[in-house]
């Protein structure tokens, strides 16, 4: 059918909802991106994408926090797309150094405690080292502001997965 963009704007309701519930499952955010069809190429439903939905609302950084599993834990297998994608994004995350997982479950269990949600970050391209760093710097927040950078997260993870997407 051609380019990817082609597709994404060629294809039917349901099968664009499905692709965009799967990179972000925000119903705004997907009716958003989705009304936008059709467009001239993937950088315009990549912008489209980082707008959508600004600013996610308390209930909607809930709803898409609860299909991201902790750092470190592996998805299901054959848990959807949305699994596919977050073990994919955590493919250099390495569960198998005991020390590594220690520091990881410490991290995840005093962050949830602290904030009620599982720690977020964009993991692709992220040394788990970093991923590290970065949960501990931001146990020092306040919940205002790490509600702020786990929206920007969501918002972030979601434009590389319908990179992703499109790139299919």
């Known amino acids: 059918m051609g380019t990817t963009v082609e597709r994404f704007n060629?294809?039917?309701?349901?099968?664009?909802?499905?692709?965009?519930t799967a990179c972000l499952d925000v119903p705004?955010?997907?009716?958003?991106?989705?009304?936008?069809?059709?467009?001239?190429?993937?950088g315009a439903v990549?912008?489209?994408?980082?707008?959508?939905?600004?600013?996610?609302?308390?209930?909607?950084v809930d709803r898409a926090?609860?299909?991201?599993?902790?750092?470190?834990?592996?998805?299901a297998a054959g848990?959807?797309?949305?699994?596919?994608?977050?073990?994919?994004?955590?493919s250099?995350?390495?569960?198998?150094?005991?020390?590594?997982?220690?520091?990881l479950a410490a991290g995840n269990a005093a962050y949830e405690q602290r904030f009620g949600h599982v720690f977020l970050i964009r993991a692709a391209g992220r040394p788990t080292r970093e991923i590290l760093d970065a949960l501990h710097q931001r146990?020092?927040?306040?919940?205002?502001?790490?509600?702020?950078?786990?929206a920007e997260q969501l918002r972030e993870i979601a434009v590389l997965r319908l990179e992703g997407v499109l790139a299919a």
């Open 10 to 20: 060629a294809a039917g309701r349901e099968q664009v909802r499905d692709w965009l």
């Open 28 to 42: 705004r955010w997907v009716d958003e991106v989705g009304a936008g069809r059709p467009y001239a190429d993937a």
């Open 46 to 60: 990549l912008d489209a994408a980082r707008s959508a939905a600004q600013p996610l609302t308390p209930d909607e």
């Open 65 to 75: 926090l609860s299909h991201h599993p902790r750092i470190g834990d592996r998805p």
């Open 79 to 90: 848990g959807g797309a949305s699994a596919q994608m977050s073990a994919s994004e955590q």
């Open 92 to 103: 250099g995350v390495d569960p198998a150094d005991a020390e590594v997982a220690d520091a």
């Open 139 to 150: 146990l020092k927040r306040t919940p205002e502001q790490e509600r702020s950078t786990t």
